[in-house]
């Protein structure tokens, strides 16, 4: 007996489980979402407030997944600093060993802000965030970790 497989087709069902009262059926929903972001993006951006909101409740407890959804999004939207924003709201969740143009373009970006503040700050006094010195701090890491000295020769 063959087996089918049903492929996706919208993201609809996902999106509405964000609306559910159930933290579990909202962090389902997220985690799939999460899982199709880079081919429903366009349909997950209609419903981009809502997960903000998810990302913005203190008492939801998977706030760093509902920032990583949300940065993948604004990611597909062009939308670079939004974009950035959510990947240091992500955590540990934003993968810096993920290959992916997402990544890549979220790191570049968050490099070349990093490189901004710190020039803006030596002629004022600057706050950088913590969570984007983190971020290029585990990008030293890994650079490190691989071998791989070229991004830090240009941040350095």
């Avoid at 997950?44 to 760093?64: A, K, M, T, V």
């Avoid at 990544?103 to 901004?116: G, L, P, R, S, W």
């Avoid at 503040?117 to 004022?124: D, G, Q």
Wanted: net charge negative.
């Amino acid at each position: 007996m063959a087996v089918q497989v049903q492929t996706l087709t919208s993201a609809t069902g996902l999106i509405s489980l964000l609306n559910e009262e159930e933290r579990e059926l909202q962090f389902y929903g997220l985690s799939q979402l999460n899982a199709v972001a880079d081919r429903f993006w366009a349909e997950i951006s209609d419903s981009i407030s809502r997960i903000e909101i998810l990302y913005e409740d203190e008492g939801f407890q998977h706030r760093q997944l509902a920032a990583l959804v949300a940065s993948k999004i604004y990611f597909h939207l062009g939308e670079f600093d939004d974009a950035l924003n959510f990947a240091l709201g992500a955590g540990e969740l934003f993968d810096l060993s993920d290959t992916s143009s997402y990544v890549q373009t979220v790191v570049n970006h968050a490099i070349d802000k990093y490189i901004e503040l710190r020039s803006k700050s030596e002629e004022i006094e600057v706050a950088i965030d913590p969570r984007l010195e983190t971020i290029v701090d585990r990008m030293f890491e890994r650079c490190f970790e691989t071998k791989d000295y070229a991004q830090v020769i240009g941040i350095s």
